[in-house]
């Protein structure tokens, strides 16, 4: 800036959620001043914890100073003095030195900018640059897909399981819906495990199966487009672990429990046995089936089930996932409730007549309305194949870039109320 004297600046929002019109904001103020503060305020209640909003902004800003700040409003902010006093006062005593500019793409800048005793620097106040929303995300995270960090995007992921026997084309599945969404594939862990080792199984292995699994699917969650097609879970390797050892490891039977996902394709068996020297179950497909189904109904875990040759198994599971995809966004979890089975937006819903034959189970039995808008500080099917080799034990970051680094730092979170 010209001037000996290192210049400070404030960004305050509630940034639910991050979205790359923040990002903007947040790189313009800390190119225009030398020490730059993320002021996040918190909320009692919401659908984005503070605690993670706040992990985003550090993952996406190391550098950058992240404080909370309380909230003294339940929604956006109010044309009141008496607020705006209230404001500054708040954040005078958690900021370091008073700010000498505000940036924000607000109206409220303005005034709190001058009762806080600093410049207004409006950024973007159309959203022409980065036309991006919060309440639009909120409302629609799918349509606004392209407008969400890397790091945010597991938030509003939706997970389908492909889950079912051996020798039902359940990899294959996996890998042509991935092509025909243009996302990624998790394919199964165990089946990588096995082909390294190259010896015996033992019980030991189940637990390696199962997180391994997990470690892979959340590893890949960024790269994914909308939707994410997982060739296993923890149920499935509950299952073999009874199949072959006659019991499961606590640990594994949790997983299964915590981990859910937005939809299981459960692959029926009416398609031919495919030999493979890491299959274990020829004659017992029928069987396992039943018990996958089982498991699934227990749980009341929503799923469809797969059947018929290739060519329509393939459309039906395509069908399955665009109505998924299309359900409206409901209460706004995180992914950890989600992959609990808590997404209300299930709730009730039918698949449309082209899928009424299919078995659609929802565990869910209301619909949440979604939460009132806040205001923000910012703005083909693929080519079918026969299933190739499948499975035996069925187991089941790019942030953003800096140009310049400054001399802000990052301050331990207090522990404060959530967002």
Known sequence: MGDTKKTSGLVLGRFMPVHKGHVYLIEFARH????????????????????????????LFPDIRVLPVRSLTTSGWQPDSQLY??????LLKRLPSPPDYLFASEAYGWKLAET???????????????????????SDPMQNWEFLPNCVRPHFLRRICIFGPESTGKSTLARNLADHFRTVAVPEYARTHIGARKD???PDDIPVFAF???ASEDALARLANRVMFCDTDPITTSIWSDWLYGSCPESVKRLAEERSYDLYLLTDVDVPWIEDPQRYLPTERKSFFDRCQRELESRKRPYVV?????????????????QIIKLPAGPLLSAQQRLAGQDPALAGRQFQPALAAL?????YSSHCEQPSALVDSNHEHAQQHEPAEQRIVGSGHSTGGHSRPNNSTVVPLESGGSG
Do not use: M, Y
């Not at 006093?85 to 708040?90: C, G, T, V």
């Not at 797969?306 to 665009?322: H, N, P, Q």
């Not at 078995?359 to 565990?363: A, K, L």
């Open 116 to 138: 806080l005793g600093a410049r207004f620097v409006p950024v973007d106040p159309q959203r022409s640059i980065v036309p991006a929303s919060s309440a639009a995300i909120r």
């Open 212 to 214: 391994g699994q997990i």
């Open 32 to 59: 225009f001043v030398d020490e730059l503060t993320l002021a996040v305020v918190n909320f009692q209640a919401g659908p984005f914890p503070g605690e993670l909003r706040r992990k985003w902004l550090r993952e």
């Open 359 to 363: 078995n659609f189970s929802s565990p």
């Open 306 to 322: 797969i059947s018929g040759d290739w060519d329509k198994r393939l459309a039906d599971a395509v069908a399955a996932t665009e």
């Open 200 to 202: 015996h199984l033992d």
């Open 85 to 90: 006093d209230l404001w500054a006062r708040s």
